[in-house]
């Protein structure tokens, strides 16, 4: 099993930043896209941004223009840069990687969350 370790969470000030950081675990599979999703008190998890190991990203409207995604693939290590932040933003931020384990088949892997609160 590929497991992800996550940091960089924490209290910020409304218009300030954090940078959020996802370590996978060496492992002969090849790790594809990486991504983070948040989820606040009593809502659903949402999907926040992606990335594919080629660089390729993707965002999602409420975030668009505010946060960055990127990684290292050396690493295996998927970063999320916020920028901005806003009260809403309050939330568990999950990490996750595709794990490829053939040319046919794969898994999603995930990380235990870190807790990001923007308030004044």
């Known amino acids: 099993q590929v497991q992800l370790v996550e940091s960089g969470g924490g209290l910020v000030q409304p218009g300030g930043s954090l940078r959020l950081s996802c370590a996978a675990s060496r492992s002969i599979f090849t790790i594809g896209t990486m991504g983070w999703y948040r989820q606040a008190p009593g809502q659903e998890r949402d999907l926040v941004a992606t990335i594919t190991s080629g660089g390729s990203t993707a965002s999602a409207d409420s975030v668009k223009g505010r946060f960055t995604i990127s990684r290292d693939n050396a690493n295996n290590t998927v970063y999320l840069q916020m920028n901005s932040l806003k009260p809403e933003d309050t939330a568990v931020y999950y990490c996750?990687?595709?794990?490829?384990?053939?040319?046919?088949?794969?898994?999603?892997?995930w990380g235990q969350g870190t807790q990001v609160t923007v308030s004044s």
């Open positions: 996750y990687a595709r794990v490829i384990t053939s040319t046919t088949g794969y898994y999603r892997s």
